[in-house]
């Protein structure tokens, strides 16, 4: 899934930033500094809107990120920035751990392709990531 949500930097008084996504509970990280923090919060905001989606938990919809300018404008130097999550894209680069599945081939074709030494694993996936456009 594609989501965006509003994120508030804050000026961490050590360095950096410490980063909140209002929208998603739990959802906060931070950086030494801006690009570090930016890398920190899409990351952040991923994992936490996989779990949800691994729980069955609809998100929440995203706000205007409006709602929370002058929010962030109590705090000397916060600002808000829209921050992109693709989790489909997250769980690709991230979640490649083998997961078992039984699949039924006609004994013929099982046998052909140990003949051929083709790794059925391997072309199922392939197959798969075309059909899913992926």
């Not at 052909?112 to 072309?123: D, T």
Request: hydrophobic share 35%.
């Amino acid at each position: 899934m594609y989501y965006v949500y509003p994120a508030i930097f804050t000026p961490n008084p050590q360095g950096g930033y410490i980063v909140t996504v209002p929208d998603v509970p739990g959802c906060i990280t931070g950086g030494k500094k801006l690009d570090d923090s930016m890398k920190m919060i899409k990351d952040a905001l991923c994992g936490c809107l996989c779990v949800l989606e691994d729980e069955g938990i609809q998100p929440a919809a995203s706000s205007d990120p409006a709602q929370f300018t002058s929010q962030s404008q109590a705090q000397e130097g916060s600002f808000v920035a829209l921050i992109e999550a693709d989790t489909i894209k997250y769980r690709s680069e991230y979640d490649n751990r083998a997961v078992r599945r039984n699949v039924s081939l006609p004994a013929w074709l099982n046998a052909k392709a140990e003949q051929s030494h083709i790794n059925v694993s391997q072309v199922l996936q392939e197959a798969l990531r075309k059909r899913l456009k992926i």
